[in-house]
């Protein structure tokens, strides 16, 4: 009974240990949010300022063909190439997939096909490359109720085709 005479009911709080906190949650109180823990809040990462890069290709021939003309240099292949994302990028890879719009833990096949006739008495290397498509971002982390950019300029390449570059002497 309260002074007014009007009845109040209290609730104890729950104990740390009969909680759904883990031990790797430290520092949390396992209030929640729809379903949705404050670790998991404090955890979260996105991608922003994603925009699209220029394509460009490789630097590690994935096929070479090379000879004495006069004669048709040909390269016929398929290939598996994954794709290239910047070191150390702090975001899940489920994170970049969804900011960037593909699955950048998938490998694609491509295919490896192109010839080039080299001149009678040159002597001709042709050689295929990867092609990539890339886009650039920055990672932000909920920190308390805010967002904050931690790592600006990061990229991730999808390989879309091939590039060759052919020479002689």
Not at 112 to 134: D, M
Request: net charge positive.
């Amino acid at each position: 009974m309260s002074l007014l005479g009007v009845g109040t009911t209290t609730q104890a709080a729950p104990s740390m240990k009969s909680s759904n906190v883990t031990s790797t949650q430290a520092g949390t109180t396992g209030d929640s949010y729809a379903g949705t823990r404050l670790a998991d809040f404090r955890s979260a990462k996105r991608l922003i300022n994603v925009r699209s890069l220029p394509s460009k290709c490789g630097k590690t021939p994935i096929a070479t063909a090379e000879g004495k003309g006069k004669m048709t240099l040909r390269i016929d292949d398929t290939r598996s190439a994954g794709s290239v994302l910047s070191r150390n990028i702090e975001a899940s890879n489920g994170v970049i997939s969804a900011g960037v719009g593909w699955d950048v833990s998938k490998s694609h096949s491509i295919t490896v096909s192109g010839s080039k006739e080299v001149p009678r008495g040159k002597y001709g290397t042709l050689q295929a490359y990867v092609k990539y498509s890339g886009k650039k971002f920055d990672v932000q982390q909920m920190i308390g109720v805010d967002w904050w950019t931690f790592q600006t300029g990061m990229t991730a390449y999808k390989p879309i085709g091939v590039c060759f570059k052919y020479s002689e002497r």
